[in-house]
DNA sequence: TCTGGGGTCCTAGGACCC
DNA sequence: TCTGGGGTCCTAGGACCC
């Protein structure tokens, strides 16, 4: 048996641990620049406020209803999660961190599941404040519409285990295609046309045509509906094949200087990202845009794409690399919104190959990444820095709502008054 | 004024090999 | 009149996930 074990309202769920005056009030976090609405407490919900609204339609409604919102602070994310995480690893020695709110366990072996998972339940919130709500089937499939029915009904206290095929087939009758874990927008509508409106009709669907139309991905999901599990659990998480730091800015930018700044930026933490799982990239791409909400300005759209002398992971390299592409695209005359460094094409970095031609001393420029990450992890992020980068008043992200770094950073640290 | 960010997997088709 | 067979590797694009 699986379970799926998924956090409710994970940003929303953060903010509250330390912010326990907000339990049972609508709350919402958002994204990046405080754009969309990406995170609702059930108060929220119930308000009707949507997945990926922009916030700036809903301003007025939002202060009439005293909905509290949150600027999304990653930090305290990823460091809950991983919280989250060390606590369901006392439970199942097959532990697969699926998502930062949502891990996979392998339950094989417990006899008495219920109870069991009662206890995770439990554990986690008595370790970290998370509700969790759990669900438990004969493969990940399974368990994700076990979650899904878990979460909706309040009655179920967080836990829905599908028992038997009995169980399973009335479940699956019940259960849209689109909600199914793999079916998106457009599978959706193709199987919608074809009549396959649940996922019972789904599992009596014939495998040549899943296949021809959905790809053998599509034949996997049938078969784990069938309580055949084909999805295995994946154990160590394999290294990324590729990294990418885009953002919009803060305000729209026409001036280069602050651009490369900004492209320079995400170079950087490209660097940093690719250093933090030793690897070196082959292939880095540039792009800028401009705001492709507003149809009543002159668009433009451009990437660029190039090929590495030598692989790197070198901020140096990358931030060179990434303004001559950038150099290649930028025109003048344009209010851009959003720019993006992609490195692609990575390998671990012992098993560099070298370039007869190429006279940089890669060591050198090695050794100095290493050392700038050592000042930096211990005085702060920039600390040690390109110029080229420059501070980021014109474009820095928009985060007026911004929550501490209460379990990452000494300064921040929650303080309580008797 | 204002609309997120970061990934994975699969397939078809082209280029190439013997 | 007639022109093989069997592969690999790479990339772009489309689907999906959170």
Redesign the pocket.
């Known amino acids: 048996m699986f379970a799926l074990v998924d956090c409710n309202n994970f940003y929303v769920s953060c903010e509250r641990v330390f912010r326990p005056d907000l339990e049972g009030k609508p709350v919402i976090v958002l ?3 405080d ?2 609405i ?1 995170s609702r407490s059930e108060e929220a919900k119930r308000l009707g406020l949507k997945m ?1 609204e ?1 916030a ?1 339609y809903k ?1 007025k409604f939002l202060k009439d209803n005293n909905v509290h919102s949150f600027s999304s602070n990653y930090t305290l994310y990823g460091d809950m999660s991983q919280r989250m995480m060390d606590t369901l690893r006392l439970f199942s020695p097959e532990v697969e961190v ?2 930062i ?2 891990a996979f366990m392998n339950m094989e072996g417990i006899a008495n599941l219920e109870p069991y998972m009662i206890e995770v339940r439990n554990t986690v919130f008595k370790h970290t404040g998370m509700p969790v709500s759990i669900g438990v089937g004969k493969t990940k499939s399974l368990a ?1 519409i076990a979650n899904k029915i878990a979460k909706k009904n309040f009655n179920y206290n967080g836990l829905f285990i599908i028992e038997n095929k009995q169980q399973t087939d009335c479940i699956l009758k019940n259960t849209h295609v689109e909600k199914l ?8 509508k193709l199987l919608r046309k074809n009549n396959i409106i649940t996922a019972y009709d789904y599992t009596k669907t014939n495998n040549q045509w899943i ?1 021809k139309n959905m ?3 599509g034949v996997k999901i049938k078969q784990e509906l069938q309580g055949i599990s084909c999805m295995p659990m994946k154990l160590i998480t394999p290294d ?9 800015f803060g305000k ?1 930018l026409t001036d280069y200087t602050y651009i490369r700044e900004a492209v320079a930026t995400y170079a950087t933490r490209c660097s940093e ?1 690719l250093r933090r799982q030793y690897s070196v990239a082959n292939i880095v791409t540039v792009f800028i845009h401009t ?1 492709p ?2 149809p009543k300005e002159k668009q433009y759209n451009q990437s660029k794409t190039l090929t590495l002398p030598i692989p790197t992971n070198s901020n140096i390299e990358l931030v060179h690399y990434s303004i001559i592409g950038l150099d290649r695209i930028y025109k003048r005359g344009y209010r851009y ?2 720019a ?1 460094v992609i490195v692609d094409g990575l390998m671990p970095e012992q098993g560099i190959q070298g370039n007869l031609f190429y006279y940089k001393d890669i060591m050198m420029q090695n050794n100095l990444a290493k050392t700038t990450d050592l000042i930096n992890r211990k005085h702060g992020r920039d600390s040690v820095k390109l110029a080229i980068m420059g501070n980021g008043d014109e474009w820095k992200l928009k985060q007026e709502k911004l929550s501490g770094r209460y379990t990452t950073n000494w300064n921040e640290i929650i303080s309580i008054n008797i």
Request: net charge positive; glycine share 10%.
């Open positions: 994204s990046n620049n754009g969309c990406i990926a922009p700036f301003k699926y998502s709110d949502e994700k874990w793999g079916v998106g927008r457009q599978y959706h296949k790809s053998v991905v990324k094949k590729a990294i990418a730091t885009t953002r919009a729209k990202k705001d909400f507003n919104k959003k993006g």
